[in-house]
């Protein structure tokens, strides 16, 4: 089993910046891509970022140029710093980690973007 753990949401003004933060725990070891989804109220969760365990990442088309997720492999931990935050980014951020073809989840951090 991996747990994962998100932290760094909160409230900010449309054009700021925050850095999302996730640290997976338990089985780690062979996990492959970790990333970040989100869901806004009324719509399906969607990919933000991926990012595999060399280092090959993937964007949504709607947060290319403006988000930049990482991977810190010896802590197990992968990162989303956000900027030029836009009202259409608010939703509940989830960590994601694959690993034997299986999904693991955590359990959100709410962002809120004001404009």
């Known amino acids: 089993q991996v747990q994962l753990v998100e932290s760094g949401g909160g409230l900010v003004q449309a054009g700021g910046s925050l850095r999302l933060s996730c640290a997976a725990s338990g089985s780690t070891f062979s996990i492959a891509t970790m990333g970040w989804y989100r869901q806004a109220p009324g719509k399906q969760r969607e990919l933000v970022a991926t990012i595999t365990s060399g280092g090959s990442t993937n964007y949504a088309d709607s947060v290319k140029g403006r988000f930049t997720i990482s991977r810190e492999n010896a802590q197990n931990t992968v990162y989303l710093q956000m900027n030029s935050l836009k009202p259409e980014d608010t939703a509940v951020y989830y960590c994601?980690?694959?690993?034997?073809?299986?999904?693991?989840w955590g359990k959100g951090t709410l962002v809120t973007v004001s404009s």
């Open positions: 994601n980690a694959k690993r034997v073809n299986m999904d693991y």
